[in-house]
């Protein structure tokens, strides 16, 4: 993780608190309020209770005291207050990121080219970054500082991306392949690129991201409308309750005042996780963001918490990428030198670290080689093989399956002793490339690439979750199988095409899972696109990100499980403080129901099992508890409960017990300790 997430850990910044605050009575508005219906409740139950002093000062005798009437009416403000405090704090906290992005999204000064066709002038024209629209090209040099979202056309650089993600250490990005993009706010730290905008203004990385962290984009997930129309059922089924209890208090012959009324409703109603949904949604966000993840919707945070299947690529995720060329493998009756040569021809235009990995292996220069004319064949997804074709020359390498085919097609056989080192170097967990000439089979060359460690540790947690692991490779079944042993994945997809991704995943859809899966080519943007979540590479290109609802900052392959931890903690958070809240009213019953009728009931005492000291206190110490938990729970709402993958049963069962038995214990003795100090003065 990079140290963006280590910023703002403090949760009661001084300025966060006092701009929370000043929120906090804005939301007061019966526009805002009635937005949250189980405070909006609380909300007409304040108005009612002042409506309720103003009739005793103008004479009312049979509602008791004024004092304790503005009391009552005091504590219910100050819980309307707590409940928008917990929204007002989550929000600052998103604006105090915002404001620190906007610093990165200064007006810059860009360096604007001409564009004929395919080729870009290098006399260049300073424009305000402002003024770039999709399309435009520009320059960026040593020290200069990116103005716009793009993809590199020409060029190669190290990059400081530390203003979007934290992370001090440099990254190379350069033209053609997967690591070709750009974002504005970011500086060159060496070398030259010219850049070719890929957004309007308005609509750069770091303008979403400030309406991401602001909460302008922030609609209500599923999930959350739904228990916002559960909690709304509660509200109306205790409303139904509380007027009902007025006929069997005449039946008793029991006076009851409004205040006790509204002080029962206020406090059997889910008023706790009434108060902190809204907080609990934004942190969960938040949470994305300061693990450098920026989600497009709060929808896709939520639905990583419920992944049942998660696509991972093998390179840069389980292996450590950057596979190199270890050795040669010239075919029976093969000179060794003729077969490295043409190794290295196939290399020339290939820029990925395995093409310079084989020139380097190879010890030719390969400034040295002069060709008449040469057409470069760049590597595609679907035929899975790159080269060059020069005078009568046809050099290819790629894939054992499709130089096979390649081969046989012409008319030529696949040597045996060809074959035979593509199984060993596959048996051994390498990669092999064959190389041909003609369409005729030269040799093979072997590509090493080591797993991370601690990786398969990583696999054995997801599993615990419930989690079905699948590594996604180009290389062959054999290589792909080693690779998954060892790694410990669930299954793999050899050989894979990009419809081979997006057929595996609409396959585990079918079967009615969600899917998550990462990457950051163009050829990932459909099964990224058609992934329950989907987690784009910052450094891919621009239809990967596009295509899916997640883009990672640091391009940290193994990101997508702390994302599906991000999504089980809100998801788990939600949970636990719902039963919290719903627990907590046990005690409040017992609290205010026998208050309300011991003196006509007298044998309701039974039921103060608390032994409260009066009516009037019991209703007090209950209402004043309703407040003064909702704040103290902020802290838990806003960094998530502490999630460990002990699966599904077992942490159903911790959080009954803690969160349960404690929602229902802790206001037994919170509710007395108030009384203890509220029965001296009433």
Excluded at 315 to 325: P, V
Aim: glycine share 8%.
């Amino acid at each position: 993780m990079s140290n963006n997430s280590n910023k703002n850990n403090k949760l009661f910044d001084g300025s966060l608190i006092k701009a929370a605050l000043a929120e906090s009575f804005r939301k007061l508005n019966p526009v805002k309020m009635i937005k949250n219906p189980v405070m909006f409740t609380v909300w007409i139950g304040t108005l009612v209770m002042a409506g309720v002093c103003i009739w005793i000062v103008m004479g009312e005798k049979n509602q008791g005291g004024l004092i304790y009437n503005m009391v009552v009416t005091a504590v219910l403000f100050i819980t309307l207050l707590f409940a928008n405090f917990a929204e007002s704090i989550a929000e600052a906290r998103g604006k105090a990121q915002a404001d620190s992005l906007r610093k990165t999204r200064e007006e810059t000064p860009a360096k604007w080219l001409e564009v004929a066709g395919e080729t870009y002038s290098d006399n260049f024209k300073i424009v305000p970054s402002s003024q770039l629209k999709k399309g435009d090209v520009f320059l960026c040099e040593t020290g200069d500082i990116i103005p716009s979202d793009g993809e590199i056309v020409e060029g190669l650089a190290t990059i400081d991306e530390s203003a979007i993600t934290g992370e001090s250490a440099p990254v190379i990005r350069e033209a053609g392949g997967d690591k070709s993009s750009v974002t504005g706010g970011t500086k060159v730290l060496s070398d030259q690129i010219k850049v070719q905008v890929t957004t309007d203004p308005g609509e750069s990385f770091l303008d979403k991201m400030i309406a991401l962290v602001e909460g302008a984009s922030r609609q209500k997930t599923p999930n959350e409308i739904a228990l916002t129309i559960l909690l709304a059922g509660f509200t109306l089924v205790f409303i139904i309750v509380t007027i009902t209890l007025k006929p069997f208090a005449d039946y008793a012959n029991t006076p009851i005042t409004i205040s006790a009324f509204i002080a029962l409703f206020v406090c059997l109603i889910p008023t706790t996780i009434g108060g902190l949904l809204s907080a609990i949604g934004i942190a969960g966000m938040d949470r994305a963001l300061r693990a450098n993840v920026i989600t497009k919707s709060g929808k896709a945070v939520e639905t990583a918490g419920d992944i049942d299947v998660l696509l991972l690529d093998k390179t840069g995720t389980i292996t450590i990428g950057n596979r190199k060329a270890t050795k040669f493998y010239p075919a029976i009756g093969v000179d060794e030198k003729t077969f490295i040569n043409a190794a290295v021809l196939s290399s020339i235009a290939d820029d990925t670290p395995e093409g310079k990995s084989i020139i380097e292996l190879s010890g030719i220069d390969k400034n040295s080689i002069k060709l008449n004319a040469p057409r470069y064949i760049k590597f595609t997804a679907e035929t899975r093989s790159s080269g060059i074709d020069f005078d009568n020359s046809r050099i290819r390498k790629g894939a054992s399956d499709s130089m096979r085919k390649l081969a046989e097609k012409a008319g030529n056989i696949f040597p045996n002793d060809v074959d035979g080192n593509v199984k060993l170097i596959s048996s051994n967990g390498g990669t092999p490339l064959v190389v041909t000439e003609n369409e005729k089979v030269l040799g093979v060359i072997e590509l090493q690439d080591i797993i991370k460690p601690g990786i398969s540790e990583r696999f054995e947690r997801l599993r615990k979750m419930g989690i079905k692991t699948v590594m996604v490779t180009g290389d062959n079944p054999l290589t792909a199988k080693f690779i998954a042993e060892k790694a410990g994945v669930d299954d793999y997809i050899a050989e894979a095409k990009p419809e081979d991704k997006m057929n595996y995943i609409k396959k585990e859809q079918n079967e009615g899972r969600l899917v998550a899966m990462m990457g950051d080519g163009t050829n990932d943007a459909p099964a990224l696109a058609q992934a329950d979540v989907g987690v784009a590479m910052n450094s891919g290109t621009q239809a990967a990100k596009e295509a899916g609802n997640m883009v990672d900052l640091d391009n940290d392959p193994t990101k997508l499980i702390e994302i599906v931890e991000i999504g089980k903690q809100l998801l788990m958070t939600r949970g636990t403080l719902t039963t919290f809240s719903i627990a907590n009213d046990v005690a409040k019953y017992f609290a205010i129901v026998p208050a309300l009728f011991i003196t006509s009931i007298p044998a309701l005492q039974g039921l103060n099992i608390m032994k409260l000291h009066s009516p009037e206190s019991a209703i007090l110490s209950a209402v004043i508890f309703n407040a003064i938990i909702i704040p103290m729970l902020i802290p838990l709402a806003l960094r998530g409960v502490a999630y460990k993958a002990i699966g599904a049963s077992a942490l159903l069962r911790r959080n009954l017990i803690i969160y349960g038995l404690g929602g229902v214990l802790i206001p037994f003795i919170g509710i007395k300790i108030i009384d203890l100090l509220v029965g001296a003065f009433v």
